[in-house]
């Protein structure tokens, strides 16, 4: 449950993103994932669309609808705020990140990275004991 506190929070963010209640429009979606029969045979995945800024948000993060309801007004604030001020969301610099880790490796690099694992074994095959039958 949402407290008071964190609501007028929300809906001080929302008037800073000029978000107006009438320019919601509010959808209830069948939710799925981890959470059992509850959350797969009930409508408690929210979707707001916002039609001046032309952007929608899902949100199924609970088990309650209204919980969800709160929590897409804020991923929503958050979104549009964001867009105006021109930074990147965290969510969207992990994603980044994610993307720049799973990037496959230039040839050169490639090449760089084998030669020196090959330098670092012969500076290890020239650790080993001397074998006195060679």
Wanted: charged share 35%; glycine share 6%.
């Amino acid at each position: 449950m949402i407290s008071p506190e964190t609501i007028a929070r929300i809906e001080a963010m929302m008037a800073e993103a000029s978000v107006f209640e009438d320019d919601l429009e509010e959808s209830f979606i069948l939710g799925g994932g981890p959470g059992g029969q509850k959350t797969n045979k009930t409508s408690s995945v929210v979707r707001l669309a916002h039609a001046p800024s032309g952007m929608a948000v899902r949100c199924g993060e609970t088990r309650s609808r209204e919980t969800n309801r709160w929590l897409a007004r804020r991923m929503l604030a958050e979104a549009i705020l964001a867009r105006e001020k021109g930074r990147a969301t965290a969510e969207q610099q992990r994603r980044e990140k994610v993307r720049r880790q799973k990037r496959r490796r230039s040839r050169r690099q490639k090449q760089k990275m084998l030669a020196d694992k090959h330098a670092h074994s012969e500076v290890k095959a020239m650790r080993r004991k001397v074998d006195p039958d060679e």
